[in-house]
C-alpha cells in the first residue's frame, strides 16, 4: 500500500438550515458535517465510526456529491472535484462509487437485478445490450450469485443476496474508492460474515479503497487500517487500528470501546456516558463532547480543541491532550 | 457510431420512445382536429373519440407495454391479486360490463324507440295486475300482464324496451369512467409528480392551487356549461375530468415525495443519472402501480355521478344513461318497479365491481402487505 | 435448587397462510428459574419474538395460532386458561418490554399517561398514588428529570430515553418475569450499555426474572445466566451462558461464534455459515440445519435430532451427540 492520497477533505462542512415561523425565517442550521478533515490512501479502508446522529452517511454522501458540501474541499487524486459540473461529476462517479445499507430498499422494486446492475453501465455509455449483459453476468459470478439471477427481481432475493448485488453494481464500474454505507448493519451476524469476507477478498483482487462507515466497532475493527472516530459533526480521534483499540486517547473513543458487550467478559468496568448525543442544531458550546465527557476541564466549554497530531500519526481533538 | 446508435441515443435523450411516440400521436390528432374544425363543415369526429384515443395510447404506452417487457414481475402480481377472490369476480363483472357495452348493441333494440302500446311491460316471468277502464263496459277491468320474450326487461312507461337502455347505459357509464377519470387521473399525476419533484416554490403554488380547485363547486360548473351549451356528454366527462384531479395529486404528490428519499433513487444518482432518467425510469414506473389504483378506485365515484347528473335532468338526453332511466322509473315504483331496479342493481354491482377490484390490486401491488 | 417461574413445553404455533404454513415455532421446551436471566437466541426469523409473543397469547388469529404445546406460570396453563385471568397475568405478573419503542408507545399520551393508565387499570389505586408511582419508576429507569419526562409525548424524547419509558412501563405493575424482545438492537452502543446495565440492577435489586431476546451474543455473554439457542423454529443448543459460550457444541452455535468480528483477537479471515436460513413453509426433513452444515451426516437428513445432554444443563439437539453413537 503506497502513501498516496486518493481522497483528501478539507474542513469539508454540510449544513441544512432550519427554517421556521411565518414567513420561513431562516432560524439556524443543523451543522451535520462541521469541518471535517481527513485522507484516505491508494489501497487502505479507513474506517469511520460513530453514533447515531453524528454525520457519518452525511459524510459519505457529501463526498460522492450526493449532497452539496457547504463549505470546504474535496480532493480526489490530487485535483479538487467539490466545483465539478455534472458532466465532469458524472466522470467521477466511474470511480468513486457507493454501497447502501438497507437491503430492502436500495434496490428498485420494478428493475429486475440485470437491469439495476447495468444501469451504472447504460449510463456510462455502453450501449450495446450484449455487452452489458454479458458484463453483468460475469459480476453476478463474481459476488457469489448466478448469472441467470439477472432476470430476477428484488423480492426473490434475501437480504444477504440483496447486498451482495448492490456491491456488484458498485463494483461494475471498476471504481478506485468505495464509500460503503454501513454495509452489514441491516444483516444477520451470519450473513455479515459473509459479505465481510467477500469485500475483502474484492478489495485484495481489485486494489480497492474504502471509505467503511459503520456504528460496530468490531466489525470496524476486523476491516479497517485506520480509523476515524466522528461525534456531532467532527472527528474526534483519527489513527492506525491499533493504536486506537489500544490506545485511545479521547475520552469519547474510550467510553465506546469500553461500552462494546463482548463475548466472555462479563461485568467489565465500563465508562457510561449520561445522558444522550445532543441535538446538531444547538450542539455544545466548545468542546462539544463536554457535556457527557468523564473528563472534563474547565477549557473545555470555552474552546473547541482543535485535532491535533498526539505523535506518530495519531490524531485526537481533545484538550488533555495537549501537543507537548 | 453508427447511424442506428446515433439515433438510439437521440432518442434516449428525450425520453425514450414512449415519449417519441406520443408527441407523435398527440401531432397527428392535433392536426386532424384543426382540418376538421377549420375546413370541414360538419364535425367528423365526437370530440370523444379525441379524449378515447390520447388515453389509450397513454395506457398503452405506460400501462400495457411495461407490463409486457416486465412479463416475470407481472406473473408475480397477478398471483398476488388472484389469491383474492372478491377482487377476482370484480374483474369478471367489468370484464362482462365491457363486452357487453361492445356488442350489446347490435343484439338488442333501439333504446330510444318508443312504443306507447306496449307500455310498462314488466320482465319476462313477471306479471302485474293493471286497472284499465274499459270503454265498451264503461268500468275499471284489472287484467293480469305478463312479460314477453320480446322484451326480456320489459319496458318503461313510453315503451322503449329495458335491455336495450341498460346496455346502453352500460356503454355510456364506461365512457364517462374510463375518460372522465382518465382525464382526472392523467392530469393529477402531472401535477403531483411536478411538484413533489421540483420542491420549494413550485410545489407550494401548485398544492395551493389544487386547495382551490378541491373547493371548487363542480356541481354549479355543470349546471352554468349545461345552461350556456346544452347538455352534451362529451362536456360532462370534461367538466368532471378537469375538477376531479386535485385527489390524486396530492397522492401520488406525496408518494412521490417518499419515493425520493428511498436508497435505490440515491444510489441512481450515484451512478450518475440525470434527473430526467431517474424521474423517468425510476419515479414513474414505481408510481405507476398507485395510478393503477386510484384509478380503479376512482372510477366508481364518477360513474355515480354521471347517473346523479342524469337522474336530476342534467345529462345528455340524446344518450340513454342509467340515471335517465331511473329518472323515468321513479315515478311509478310502485307499479313498474322494473324500471328503477334494473339499473340501481346494476349501479349497485358496477360500483362493487371496480371497488373489489381496486383493493385486490392495492393488497398485490403493496410489497408489505402479505398476500 | 432455584424454583421454576415459567415452563415452556412443546410450544408449537403455525402461521396459516395462502401460501402454505408457517412453521415459526415447532415444538421447543425451556424453563425460566426465579431471579435468573435467560437469553433467548437466534437469528431473524428463528422464531424467538413470536415465542415470546405466544407466552402471553399476542399472536395474531388469524392467520397464526398456537396449535400445540404448554405455557406454564405458576401452575396455570396460560395457553388453557381463561381470558379473565391471562388477561390479569400480563402486566401484572408477565410483562413485556417490545423491541421498537417508536411503535409500541402511543404517540398521543404522554409517557407518564400511559404509564399511570397501566398502574391503576392492574394494582387499582387511585391517581395520586398511580403518579408518584410511576414518577418513582421513571427515576429507577434512570430518566433524567423524572416530573418533566413524564409530560412528554414519546417523539419529545430521544431513543434511549424512549427506552427506559418503555421498561418503565414494563416495570410498572411489580412483573414476576419481564420478557424484553431485543431491547438493546436498534439502540446505539453507550445507549445499549445504560439499557444493559439498567436491566442488570433491576433484575437484582426487584428480584426479578429476566427472559431476553436477542441476536446479539456480546449481550448475551454481559447479561444471561442461561441460554437457548434457536434455529428456523427449533431449538438447536441450551446450556448456561458461561458453558455454552466456551464450550459450543451444536454446528450452528459454533459457527455463530466464528462468525464474530471479535474485539480480543484479529484474525484473517471471518468464518461463516454458508447458505441461508430454509424457508419456514418448505418442509425439510430430518435436521433443520444440515444444508448448512459442514458436519452432516446421512441421518440429519431423514431424522429429526432429539435432546442429548453433553454436560451439566447442556443439551444440544444434534445427531453427532446421539447416544446411538456410543
Redesign the interface.
Known sequence: MDNHKLLEVKELKKYYPVTGGLFSRHLGDVKAVDGVSLYINEGETLGLVG??GCGKSTLGRTILRLEEPTGGEIIYRGTSVTGLDKGELRELRREIQMIFQDPQSFLDPRMTVGQSIGEALLIHGVKDETERLQRVAEILERVGLEAQHALRYPHEF?S??RQRIGIGRALILNPRLIIADEPVSAL???????I??LM?DLRDEFGLTYLFIA?????I??VSHRVAVMYLGKIVELAEKDEI?HNPLHPYTE??L??????????KA?I??P???PSSLEPPSGCRFHTRCHRVLPVCPQEGPPLKDNGHGHLVACHLRGVR | MTDKVKAKSIVQKIGGFRILILILVAAVLGIILLLDVLVVEDSIFDPLVYLYIILGTLVILYGIYPLYRGRRLTGYYWERFR?NRLAVAGLAFILFLILLALIGPFFTADPTAVNFEEKNLPPLGFSIEESIYDMGKQEFVTRSITGTSQHLLGTDNKGRDMLAMIVSGTRVSLQVGLLATGIAVALGTLIGIISAYLGGKMDNILMRFTDVMMTFPFFLLLVFIVFIFGPNLAFIVLVIGLTGWTGTARLIRSETLSLRTREFIMASKALGASTGRIILAHLVPNVISLIVVIATLSIPGIILAEAALSFIGLGDPSVTSWGMVLRAGQQNLDTAWWVAVAPGVMLFFTVLAFNFMGDGLRDAFDPRS?? | MAETILSVKNLKTYFF??RGIVRAVDGIDFDLLKSECLCLVG??GCGKTVTALSILGLIDTPPGRIVGGEVYYDSVNLLTCPAERLRHIRGKEIAMVFQDAQSALNPVFTVGDQIVEQIKLHLGVGNREAREKMIRLLGEVGM?SPEKAADYHPHQL????KQRAMIAMGLSCDPEVLIADEPTTAV???????V??LL?QLKETRQMSLLFIT?????V??IGDRMVVMYAGRLAETASVAEL??NPKHPYTV???K??????Q?RD??????G?VPSLIEPIGGCLFHPRCDRAMAICRQEKPYPVTVGEGHTVFCHLYSKAKG
Do not use: W
Open positions: 453514533e447515531s434475501s444477504g443476496q444477520d451476524v451470519s450473513i455479515q460474515a459473509q465481510l469476507n475483502l456504528h460496530d466497532l468490531s466489525v475493527r476486523y483499540f467510553a465506546l469500553s461500552a462494546i458487550p463482548t463475548i466472555g467478559q462479563k461485568k465500563r457510561l456516558l445522558g444522550s448525543v | 389469491r402479505a398476500v | 397462510t395462502s437469528e431473524s433524567p430521544s431513543g434511549g430515553m446505539d452502543v453507550t445507549i445499549k450499555a445504560q444493559l446495565d442488570q441476536h446479539e451474543l456480546g449481550v455473554s454481559e459460550l466456551g459457527g455463530l461464534i462468525c464474530l468480528p471479535d474485539m480480543t484479529t479471515r471471518l468464518e461463516s455459515i454458508p441461508t
